[in-house]
T-cell receptor, first 113, second 114 residues
Framework: DSGVTQTPKHLITATGQRVTLRCSPR?????VYWYQQSLDQGLQFLIQ???????AKGNILERFSAQQFPDLHSELNLSSLELGDSALYFC????????????FGPGTRLTVL | AQTVTQSQPEMSVQEAETVTLSCTYD???????LFWYKQPPSRQMILVIR??????QNATENRFSVNFQKAAKSFSLKISDSQLGDAAMYFC???????????FGTGTRLQVFP
C-alpha cells in the first residue's frame, strides 16, 4: 500500500457525460500528479499540482481539468467523454517537486460506453 | 523530445532463471533519473529500481539489477532467480533532474513459468 488513495476504483459511464476522479496523496506529500494509461500502453503524464498550484502540464485535453484543494486532495474532471477516454487514471504523489520518487495510487478504471 | 523505447512487448522466463528486459531512451540532457516500475495484475505501479545518471555504479535491489550504459542510452533490467510473483508488466521510465514529469515506455509483459 503506497498510502495514495483513489476513488472510485471503477467507473462506467456513457459518451458525453462528465465524471470526477478523486485522489488523496500520502500524508505529508504536497505534490500530486495525474497519469492516463490506455489499454496496453505506458502511462502518459497529464498534469501536476504542488501545494494547490498547477506546476506542470502534459498532453491533457481541454475537456479535462484538475485542481488541488487546501487539504491537498486532488480531483480530475473529465467532460464530454468519448470512447477513447476509457483508460486507467493514476494519481501519484511526492513530498516536494524534484523529490525523486513518486508513489502511485491503485488507479481508477474508467469505461466509457 | 525525450522518448523511452521498450522493444520487447513480451518476454518469458522459467522459474529460478535469469531474464533481462531492454530499455533505450533518447535525450539531450546530461542529468536525469531512470526507473523500472512493475505493474502486476492488481494494476498497482510499484517502483522496482532507480538509477541516477550521474552515478557510474549500476543500481541493485536484491534480485533486481540494472545495466546502465549512458553513452548508448541503454538501461536494461536483470531479474535473477525469477519467481512466479515477478510475472507482471514492467515499465521503464525517465525523468529529467529537477523536473517531475515521468516519461514511460510502452512496457514489457513478463511471464514466469514453473
Amino acid at each position: 500500500d503506497s498510502g495514495v488513495t483513489q476513488t472510485p476504483k471503477h467507473l462506467i459511464t456513457a459518451t458525453g457525460q462528465r465524471v470526477t476522479l478523486r485522489c488523496s496523496p500520502r500524508s505529508g506529500d504536497l505534490s500530486v500528479y495525474w497519469y492516463q494509461q490506455s489499454l496496453d500502453q505506458g502511462l502518459q503524464f497529464l498534469i501536476q499540482y504542488y501545494n494547490g498550484e498547477e506546476r506542470a502540464k502534459g498532453n491533457i485535453l481541454e475537456r479535462f481539468s484538475a485542481q488541488q484543494f487546501p487539504d491537498l486532495h486532488s480531483e480530475l474532471n473529465l467532460s464530454s467523454l468519448e470512447l477513447g477516454d476509457s483508460a486507467l487514471y493514476f494519481c501519484a504523489s511526492s513530498a516536494v517537486p524534484g523529490y525523486n520518487e513518486q508513489f502511485f495510487g491503485p488507479g481508477t478504471r474508467l469505461t466509457v460506453l | 523530445a525525450q522518448t523511452v523505447t521498450q522493444s520487447q512487448p513480451e518476454m518469458s522466463v522459467q522459474e529460478a532463471e535469469t531474464v533481462t528486459l531492454s530499455c533505450t531512451y533518447d535525450t539531450s540532457e546530461s542529468d536525469y533519473y531512470l526507473f523500472w516500475y512493475k505493474q502486476p495484475p492488481s494494476r498497482q505501479m510499484i517502483l522496482v529500481i532507480r538509477q541516477e545518471a550521474y552515478k557510474q555504479q549500476n543500481a541493485t535491489e536484491n534480485r533486481f539489477s540494472v545495466n546502465f550504459q549512458k553513452a548508448a542510452k541503454s538501461f536494461s533490467l536483470k531479474i535473477s532467480d525469477s519467481q512466479l510473483g515477478d510475472a507482471a508488466m514492467y515499465f521503464c521510465a525517465y525523468r529529467i533532474l529537477n523536473t517531475d514529469k515521468l516519461i514511460f515506455g510502452t512496457g514489457t509483459r513478463l511471464q514466469v513459468f514453473p
